[in-house]
């Protein structure tokens, strides 16, 4: 009997020992405890799903969370489009794995330039004018309005921007009159559209938030295992899900980027505010 107990326990050892632990990264903030409501239902799911241990990796910028994808300290992602195809381009062991849906159940999304008071033709030659935008590798900020000053015999660099961090408050800033125009995604604009809040400009459909997964630190088995525990979620276990992750997924097409490749190729984005 002490030597069934004693390799029971040395078998529970085992188990316990070979629990894999992989490193997630979720959306960059600050706000960490935000990110775990957000995230902790998925995560939890996946560990039971895989047979694993997921850490979260808590990143305030996006530099450091895709140096650290690169350097093999990081197994998944949850990335906004801009900085998944920063990634891609860098980086060939970047495996996209699948796209989330909204309530519609699409897996899109469109950018809106926005103003309070003026209509399109006024940004036709347009500089020197004060813009509202949220980050760098927002797909919403630079890359987006830069677009749409193209598109009206201008760009970006002729006029003043600064990144304000959150799209809620690209628009707030531009509804107080600190600044004349703004791009935010245009769920979020609609929100303010009481307010004032007047679309100039709507972008294309772009592709939802992607997970990655990293093909230099995980096995192809691991990898598909992944994206099918994400593709067949039950119901009743979305339904205990964030609000933006609890529609489900859908595989990726990755020819869905094909219209912001084209963008990055022509633009050189800045990381930093020019007044």
């Known amino acids: ?17 070979e629990t894999r632990t992989l490193t997630f990264a979720p959306l960059v903030t600050k706000d960490i405890e935000e990110i775990n409501t957000q995230f902790l239902p998925m995560i939890k799911y996946l560990e039971k799903k895989l047979n694993v241990k997921i850490q979260i990796d808590y990143n305030s ?3 450091a969370l895709l140096e650290k994808f690169i350097n093999g300290k990081i197994d998944m992602a949850y990335l906004g489009p801009l900085p998944y195809l920063t990634l891609e381009e ?15 159940g699409e897996v899109s999304y469109t950018c ?3 103003s309070f008071i003026s209509t399109e033709g006024s940004i036709e030659n347009m500089t020197n004018t ?5 980050q760098p590798l927002s797909t919403c ?8 000053l193209n598109n009206s015999n201008t760009n970006i660099e002729k006029n003043k921007y600064k990144y304000l961090d959150r799209h809620d408050e690209v628009a707030l800033s531009v509804i107080r009159d600190e600044f004349k125009y703004g791009g935010l995604k245009t769920d979020i604009a609609q929100g303010f559209t009481h307010l004032g809040l007047k679309e100039i400009v709507r972008s294309k459909e772009i592709p939802s938030f992607v997970l990655v997964g990293n093909s230099k630190t995980l096995e192809n088995n691991m990898l598909t295992n992944i994206k099918n525990s994400m593709l067949f979620v039950e119901e009743k276990e979305l339904s205990s899900w964030h ?21 990055i190729k022509s633009t050189k984005i800045s990381y930093e505010s020019n007044f």
């Open 243 to 263: 609000k933006s992750m609890k529609f489900g997924t859908k595989e990726i097409n990755n020819a869905d980027y094909d219209y912001l490749r084209n963008l």
């Open 141 to 148: 900020g630079y890359l987006f309005v830069n677009d749409v």
């Open 90 to 104: 860098k980086y060939p062991n970047t495996m996209p794995l699948v796209n989330f849906k909204n309530e519609k």
């Open 61 to 63: 910028d996006y530099d």
């Open 112 to 114: 809106s330039f926005v």
């Open 130 to 134: 004060k813009i509202a935008l949220t």
């Open 1 to 17: 009997m002490f030597k069934f107990i004693f390799l029971l326990s040395l078998f529970h050892l085992y188990l316990f020992s």
